[in-house]
């Protein structure tokens, strides 16, 4: 640890005389409140993932304020010219609270998704919103079996609020328009407008007094987490919005409903779709065969028989 600047602390630490950030996991600590840090099982076309809770052990974790400095410095490590170098407690050190550190390597944030946001306990046990930091090797790591996060002993579909995802966390602002910007908000026209479409929809059912939620689910076998997009409990609806009413984005999206609706409690919710805009007859025709609804947005507001008064 000292040859990169840091000494046997916990948690996120920038040094100050190298040009790394020092990231202390703790299986013991996440454990024992129900979270894991550790690698995925599933591995996708660029490999494997080293996930990584965020600082703030009381509230919501944040970009900002003094317990969000940490993870304000891990989001923008490229920008600022700093390697993660990820260490794991491995024991005690006899006659005091420190602990032994094992390091794992050195490691970049995923470009094209660099966190993602979980509901988990604090250290009071109540739920909050936390950062998982998604991080790649940026070379040789040491990858020991211990450090897998343990798969989901069964499925399990839990609610969680509405505003449980990436864009609606405030990242930092960054002067540095460099091509090295992590950032997991919308970034493309399609993103933003599936973002801002879905932020409109949910304020539409709470002004009709409509309870909204999302699914934070666990797959049996599996170590990674899938969320859906919203869920009105009022009417046992499951939602899925996209960013455009094309043929690839209402296929991906009657997929997405159909694995997620095997999952979710109470069973059998209705299916819908959210698009920004009436999609052509074919698709129309086709939603319809599948039982599965559609709203979209036209002339300033929203369209659809499913839609409450």
Known sequence: MSAFGGGP?????????????LIYSDHETGHRYGYYDGWLAEEDEKGPIFEYTGAGRIGDQTFTGRTGTGNKAILQHVDDGRALRVFIAAGKVPGS???YQRYVGEFALDADLPYIIRQ???????????????LRPAGAVGREEQDDIPPAEKTRATL?????TASTMVEPENNKKTKGKRSAQPGTETERREAALSDDFQAFLKSRGH??????IKIEGLTSTLVTDLYDV???????AKGSATRKDVRMAIGQLLDYRRHVTPAEPQLAILLPSKP???????????GIALVYRGSGEFVGRILPE
Do not use: C, M, W
């Not at 100050?16 to 950030?21: D, Q, S």
């Not at 969680?160 to 449980?164: G, K």
């Not at 009022?234 to 899925?240: A, I, R, S």
């Not at 052509?280 to 599948?290: A, I, M």
């Open 120 to 134: 988990v306990p604090d250290d009071n046990g109540n739920l909050r919103k936390a950062i998982v930091f998604r």
């Open 211 to 216: 309870q909204v939620k999302r699914f934070q």
């Open 9 to 21: 602390q916990g948690g996120i630490v920038t040094s100050a005389t190298t040009p790394n950030i």
């Open 97 to 99: 609270g420190a602990k």
């Open 160 to 164: 969680v609020p509405a505003d449980v």
């Open 234 to 240: 009022t009417d046992h609806v499951l939602y899925e």
């Open 280 to 290: 052509d007859l074919d698709l129309r025709e086709l939603l319809h065969k599948e």
